[in-house]
Every structure is written in C-alpha cells, then in structure tokens.
C-alpha cells in the first residue's frame, strides 16, 4: 500500500512529541529514515509516493530503500 | 510520462515539493488548535534513479525498482525559504503572464531550442533580444532570424478596442426628414484632414475603462493609461485585456496607452454633456 510522502512526513513529525506529563518539549529533531518511494501519475499529475520500507531485511522482491533526512523544528508557540 | 515509468526532471521535483508543501500546510493548520508549532525545515532525498534521455532530449528519472542495479543516486534538497528569498529567486508573475512561446506560432522544436537559452514567453524574448539582438538569440538557439522577427511581431503589444464601463447606450439612428425640393450638391474638391486619435465618447458617471488587445503585459508590469497625463489606476490586468479606473470627476483629454514595448497609442476622451442618449437625441 503506497501512502503520498506528505502523509508519511506528517506521520513522522507527530511522531516528535514527547511523552505527555514528562514536562520536556521536543524543540528541533533530526531524522535520517530510509524510504521506499515510488512515482506515478494519478490525475493527470505526478504524485510522489514514501513508505517506511517493508522489512528490514533485503530481498529482491522488495522496492529499493532510498534514504532521507529531514530538520523538524519548533517554530513557536500558537 | 514515458513507457518505462519514467518522468520529466521537472515533474519529478514539483511532484515531491508538492508532496512538502501539503506537509506544511497540514502542520499550519493543527498548529491552529494545538499549544506547539512544528515546521519541516529541511528534506534531503538519496534517491535511487534511472537517468534516461527521451527522443526530444529531455532528460528523464525513474525511481529505481526491486531488484535493478546500476541505478544512479541523485541527492535532492529541499529547504524553507521566506518570501523575499522567493521574489529574488524567481522570476516576476508579470513575465509569467506574459504570452508564450507557442501564442507565438513557435513549433515545439524551435520552443525547445529557445527555452536552452532561458527563453520561456514573449517577455524573456524581448528582453533577451534587447540586451543581445535578435541575430544572437538566433545564432544561439539555432532558430531562424526571420522566425524570430515573424515571432516577435506578432507578440507585439496592440490595443483593439477601449470602451468605458458600463458602455454607452447604442445612440438612436436619427430618422431623415423627407427631402423636399432640389438639392444642390457641392462638388468635392481635395480635402486635407490631419489625422485624429480616435474619440472615446465617455458618459459622466462611468467609473471603468476596459482595454481589449493583445500582449498588454510586459515583464515591467501591465500597460499604463494615463488622461491628460495622469496616471490611471489598473484594477485589472491580463495579457489580452486591462481595466482602469477613471477618478471621480474626470474631463475630457488625450488618453495615453503606453504599452509595454515602449509605443503609445493616443484616444480622445469625451466626456458627454447632459443625456445625449436621451430618446430622440433630445440633449436638453
């Protein structure tokens, strides 16, 4: 099942948050998360497709795992 | 998209900045109900792909798929930039606007050849053939001079039609009284008449004027309008049509349209006295 990166990458920012009552705040992270993508058209447009890979282990049969890193940031208090 | 998945480099980077910013916007919006903020600040992608290079040359990337060695990996980066970063970087929305290489009767091939040198619409072409002349940009993107020059003048700025806003009534065709007795017809002997700008008859309470044409936008922004030199301001702008606003109390004079390559257009605005269009031509 291939999920959009954007929906991936908000997966992963959610995931920064501390454990509630520990009175910590997560203010910037660094991610480095292998991916299995995948482009295809949908609509008449390209649209980019990230997963966290299927299993940790090679297989042939498994899509190739490309490798990201991203900055998250607290911007500011709402 | 060609047969093998594979797609432009272009649709591939908007694709995944796409993808980025719905990231951003999904975050903006729970940051609405929730005490913290979160922004992705940066995205760097090792990503496995095929290179591969279509008929028409352009290049092409195809993610890699299970079990293909020999894949290329291209590392692509994104950041968040503020808006000023944005305006330096990027070309002007006015030379977006402006008309394109293909409302130019440019075939793909010579479309092809002028976007390697940076030329995307009629805006970059005249800028480009300003600064370098039209023979450089020939001999440099290897299409014709006289394409150029057949290109260039049909994306030349013109002006069609300007009517005022709400238009005036149709005026009533005056009925011909009955002739009576014999009528004398002078012989028409040479007649010299300077040319006159076209007049623009304008009721007292219109607001708008409308502008219809070809090619009003320019890189520098749309064409201005200026009556009895004073500037008018647009209220709306497009490559084939712009509105101006007329001030409240305005005379009659000379408007001034003074396109985006360089050239004026002159009008006479009339400003009509009482109800004209009153039925029977009554002008009382």
Redesign the interface.
């Known amino acids: 099942m291939w999920t959009?990166?954007?929906d991936t990458?908000?997966q992963l920012?959610e995931s920064?948050v501390a454990p509630a009552g520990t009175g910590l705040?997560v203010t910037e992270a660094y991610l480095e998360i292998p991916?299995e993508?995948?482009?295809?058209?949908k609509n008449g447009?390209?649209?980019?497709y990230?997963i966290p890979p299927h299993s940790r282990w090679k297989a042939?049969?498994?899509?190739?795992v490309?490798?990201?890193?991203?900055?998250?940031?607290?911007?500011?208090?709402? | 998209m060609v047969g093998d998945g594979g797609f432009l480099v272009e649709e591939f980077i908007n694709a995944i900045t796409s993808q980025l910013d719905r990231v951003q916007d999904s975050l903006r919006v729970k940051a609405v109900n929730r005490p913290l903020t979160y922004a992705l600040k940066d995205l760097t992608l090792e990503l496995k792909v095929f290179v591969d290079m279509d008929a028409q040359g352009n290049v092409r990337f195809r993610t890699s798929g299970p079990n293909e060695s020999g894949s290329s990996v291209v590392h692509l980066g994104f950041t968040t930039i503020t808006k000023p970063m944005i305006e330096e970087n990027t070309i002007s929305l006015a030379t977006t606007r402006s008309a394109s290489l293909e409302d130019l009767g440019l075939g793909p091939e010579d479309r092809q050849k002028l976007e390697r040198v940076g030329v995307r619409n009629l805006a970059q072409l005249n800028r480009l053939g300003s600064s370098t002349g039209v023979q450089t940009i020939a001999r440099l993107s290897d299409v014709s001079f006289d394409r150029l020059k057949q290109a260039i003048a049909m994306g030349r700025p013109q002006v069609h039609a300007v009517q005022p806003e709400p238009p005036p009534k149709p005026r009533p065709i005056p009925q011909a009284p009955p002739k009576a007795g014999p009528v004398f017809t002078p012989s028409r002997g040479p007649v010299f008449s300077p040319q006159q700008p076209p007049v623009i008859r304008v009721a007292p309470g219109v607001t708008k004027l409308n502008l219809r044409g070809a090619n009003l936008m320019g890189e520098d922004g749309p064409a201005s309008v200026r009556l009895n030199n004073r500037l008018l301001a647009v209220s709306e702008a497009d490559n084939d049509q712009l509105a101006v606003h007329l001030p409240e109390q305005f005379e009659s004079g000379a408007l001034e349209v003074s396109l985006p390559d360089g050239n004026k257009v002159t009008y006479e605005l009339s400003v009509m006295d009482g109800d004209q269009w009153a039925p029977n031509g009554d002008m009382s």
């Not at chain 1, 993508?37 to 058209?41: E, I, P």
């Open positions: 959009p990166l954007a990458l908000l920012v920064m705040t991916l993508v995948q482009s295809a058209m447009e390209v649209v980019f990230g042939g049969v498994l899509p190739e490309h490798m990201s890193r991203m900055r998250i940031e607290l911007t500011g208090e709402a």
